[in-house]
C-alpha cells in the first residue's frame, strides 16, 4: 500500500511538473503570437503582473491592454520577439491547491530582414503564483525581476 | 476505477512528453555532433524536413546529404554549433498514434579560439508530426519558420 | 500484470526525468544567486568538478573555494550570471541506483546598468555521474566542455 501510495505521488509530481511546463509554453506563444487578449486570460480575473522595471499590471484587462500596446509596437517595428522559460522549479501544492514557481526567462527579438540577428534583450528570474480554475492553470500573481536593474 | 484511469492517463501524458524531450535532445546531439546519417534516421524513410529559407528536403538520403554537407562545412570553418529547444507542447496521440508538436528553436555557433563568443544565429519556430515505429519516435513531417524571414 | 509493471516503469522515468531536472534547475539558482556553499553541496563529499578550460576540482571544500572566488568576482563586477540547461538526456538507473546524463549548458552575464544586454559568455556540453543520498541527488562527477576549446 505505501509503494502503491509513494508511486502515485511521484506520477503525480511528475505530471503536474509537465502540466507547468506546458502552460509557460502556450502562455508565452499566445504572447510572442500578438494574442495579448488570450495571454491575459491567462491571468486569474484579478491578476498582477508585475515586473520591477514597471508599475505593476492588476486585473486581465489592464494585462490585455499593455500587451496590446507592446505587440502593436513590436508589430509596427518589424521585430520578432520569443519568450524563453528556463531552470523551472514547482513547488508541491499548498493545501489549498495553490502552486508556486521559479524559473529564470529571457526575451529576445529579431528584426526582420535577411541576415538579421537574434538578440537577448532582457535576463530575467520570475516567480509565479498559480491556481487551478475550471481544470486549467491561472497565474495569481507573476513577479519578473530583470538583470542588471538591482543593486 | 475512474480515479485509477485518470491517474493512469495523467502518467501517460507525462510520460509522452518526457519521451519527447529526450527524443529531441537526442535529435539535436547527433546534428551538433556531426552524425548527419543518423540523425537523417530520426526522421521517416520517406519523412519532410522544411525550413521556410529552403526548398523541403524529402527522405532521409536527401535529408542526410544536406546535413552531410552543413555539418563538413562548419568543420571546415572551425563552427560549433548548438541547437536548443524550448517552450515545448505536444498533443495527445491522435487516435492513429501520430503526436503533433510545436516549440522554439534556436540555433547557436561558437568559433575556434580562446574568449570567442557564442552568437544565436537563428531563433525559429517548428511544428512536428511524430510517429512511432519499432519503438522509437521518428519525424514524419518538420516545418521550421525562421524569425524575420515573414511579412 | 505486465501492463502494469511497464505503466509503473514508465512513470519512474518521466518522475526521475522531471526530479533531474529540477535538481539542476535549483543547482543553478544556487550558484546564480551566489550560494556557492550550498552550490558545492550538491556534489559529493569526494564530487569532481571538471571544466577541460581548467584543472579539475576534487571535493566540497575546493569546489566551494573556487566558486566563492568567482561569484564575488561577480559581484565587484556588478555582473549578474545566469546558466541554463538544455537537451537534456537521462539514462535509466545503474543496477547501482548511479544515473548517468548528458546536456547543453549556456552561460549568459547581464552588466548592472539600463539598457545593459544579456551576452552569452559559454556555450558547453555536460556529462554528470548522479547519485541519490539520502533522499537527494548529488553530483558524483561532472566533466563540462567549453565549445571553441577542442580541435
Known sequence: MIETTVMAD???????????QQFYARQMRLLDTGAAEEWADTFTEDGVFHQNVAEPLTGRA???VASRKR???????????RHWLGMLEVDP??????VRTRYYAISMATPRGA???PQITASTVAEDTLVRHDGVWLVRH??????????
Open 10 to 20: 511521484q506520477a503525480a509530481a511528475g505530471e503536474l511538473f509537465q502540466q507547468i
Open 62 to 64: 489592464n494585462i490585455a
Open 71 to 81: 505587440v502593436d509596437q513590436l508589430v509596427g517595428d518589424g521585430v520578432t520577439r
Open 93 to 98: 501544492p499548498g493545501s489549498d491547491g495553490v
Open 115 to 117: 541576415g538579421a540577428r
Open 142 to 151: 507573476r513577479l519578473v525581476t530583470h538583470d542588471g536593474t538591482t543593486a
